[in-house]
């Protein structure tokens, strides 16, 4: 007797989505709201929000069938310095995205305009026993699978929650330097920045973001946070975050940049993740009762296990050239060292109040599927081997002398080579994910590389006598 789980993902998918009360609530809401249109919306290798956009009066069709995109979008439609299309060349098969129908949301900005998230997989009239696979180059649906297999094993879940630091900039927004003082907090600079932070707030409450707390950190950067959360969900808030920042940039003609490094004389825009495993609804990185700042085992070996893999994950938590200008600037609170502390931010991990660790290595521009995939490899490698973090660092963990702790990739280059050697980290995105990212990444080190730069102009243009 063949059951649910025997199908392929794609008819089991399909399945889930024949939930009448479930598709008749979706319904409801489009009727409400004046919903006319949907986005059909995944993530790219890179984290680039992809899909497309169909009648609203096509759901029934669209639940049941999805919609089919070239699977050489999940690279971006790149090619490499060859004129090579990757992902799988021109001649690639189309892939099935199948909406999540619990990820409808109606954008705040258009209520004509709905949303779902989708999952991929490949198309069912694909020849052989690859029909109806999940896609191997889906990282959110990659997340889902690792996380759930996480769970299944350990009895444990991931919640996070993210910071996202972003540059604004455009009239009105530039910053008013004072010599030797920081405008980090100021609430003056704040106000500034109201028009932005006030319709950031708003649409991410309208779109399930529990926002709690903002400030401004650096000339043009914010940082504005919501409530933690199961790490998919987390995932998922982090895109639609930066979807909401990119459509209040066009409403208030400025510019939002998520660059990592966006000057020598700023910050870099850091996305800090900090994160707790629960037991149902027990926090099991800190003892009940207990005030100061203290781990238990299985704490201790999460993060034994994260500073194992810290080196490997660097590509996937810097993941572009630029990435590594933040890294090269310690004293602006970004990590150089695999290393832990008691709520020491010059650390890679710090233990924080409440059991939480905060991951310092991800940038602006991280893929959250994939940060959370390897996050979630490596802490359960170091729960199964109970890995010993050793002791706690103390004071600046910066300078080599001061830190013992293995010296993070201090280029994309070092930081691909780190990853591809280390199978923990490229298991938990599986042979196609893995193959795809390290393409991506080598070809655009290959490329700057190559490339020119105003550096070079300013240092060696007049030179040569």
């Not at 100021?186 to 932005?196: F, N």
């Not at 319709?199 to 926002?211: C, E, F, N, R, S």
């Not at 993740?273 to 201790?300: C, F």
């Amino acid at each position: 007797m063949t059951t649910v789980r025997d199908l392929p993902e794609l008819d089991q998918h399909r399945e889930r989505n024949t939930d009448e009360a479930a598709v008749e609530a979706v319904r409801t809401r489009m009727a409400e709201s004046g919903v006319e249109y949907v986005y059909y919306q995944t993530v790219t290798v890179t984290g680039r929000v992809i899909g497309k956009v169909v009648p609203a009066r096509h759901l029934a069709r669209n639940v049941e069938h999805g919609v089919q995109m070239h699977r050489t979008v999940l690279a971006d439609l790149q090619t490499d310095r060859h004129g090579t299309l990757l992902g799988g060349g021109c001649g690639a098969a189309e892939f099935t995205a199948m909406p999540d129908l619990d990820t409808f949301a109606v954008l705040p900005w258009d209520t004509r305009m709905g949303r779902f998230f989708c999952r991929l997989y490949e198309s069912a009239h694909t020849a052989g026993d690859i029909g109806g696979r999940a896609l191997g180059t889906d990282a959110r649906g990659n997340l889902h699978q690792v996380h759930a297999a996480f769970t299944e094993r350990t009895g444990l879940e991931l919640r996070t929650g993210c910071e996202p630091e972003l540059s604004w900039s455009g009239p009105g927004l530039e910053p008013r330097p004072r010599p030797h003082t920081s405008p980090a907090y100021h609430v003056d600079h704040l106000e500034r920045y109201r028009p932005i932070y006030q319709k950031v707030i708003a649409y991410g409450q309208a779109l399930g973001l529990d926002m709690i707390e903002g400030d401004y950190e650096d000339p043009g950067q914010l940082e504005l946070n919501w409530m933690y959360d199961h790490a998919d969900r987390t995932a998922d808030r982090l895109v639609v975050h930066r979807q909401i920042c990119r459509q209040v940039a066009r409403e208030l003609g400025v510019t939002v940049s998520f660059m990592p490094k966006p000057a020598n004389d700023r910050k870099g825009n850091g996305c800090h993740h900090n994160l707790s495993l629960w037991r149902g609804e027990e926090n099991v990185l800190a003892d009940p009762g207990t005030r100061q700042l203290h781990l238990t085992d299985i704490g201790r070996h999460a993060i034994g296990g994260i500073l194992a893999h810290t080196t490997a994950m660097t590509a996937v938590m810097g993941p572009t050239v630029n990435s590594y200008k933040r890294y090269w600037h310690a004293s602006q609170f970004a990590p150089t060292h695999a290393n832990w502390g008691m709520d020491n931010k010059t650390c890679s991990v710090r233990l924080s109040a409440n059991g939480r660790l905060e991951f310092k290595l991800p940038d602006a521009m991280v893929n959250p599927y994939l940060s959370h995939a390897v996050l979630l490899a490596a802490i359960e490698d170091g729960i199964k081997n109970r890995t010993d973090p050793g002791p706690a660092h103390e004071g600046a963990g910066y300078a080599e002398a001061a830190s013992p702790a293995a010296a993070l990739p201090m280029t994309l280059g070092e930081a691909v080579a780190e990853f591809v050697a280390d199978p923990v980290v490229t298991g938990a995105l599986g042979p196609e994910l893995t193959d795809l990212f390290q393409v991506l990444k080598a070809d655009e080190w290959a490329r700057f590389c190559g490339s020119v730069t105003d550096w070079e102009h300013a240092m060696y243009a007049e030179e040569g006598c």
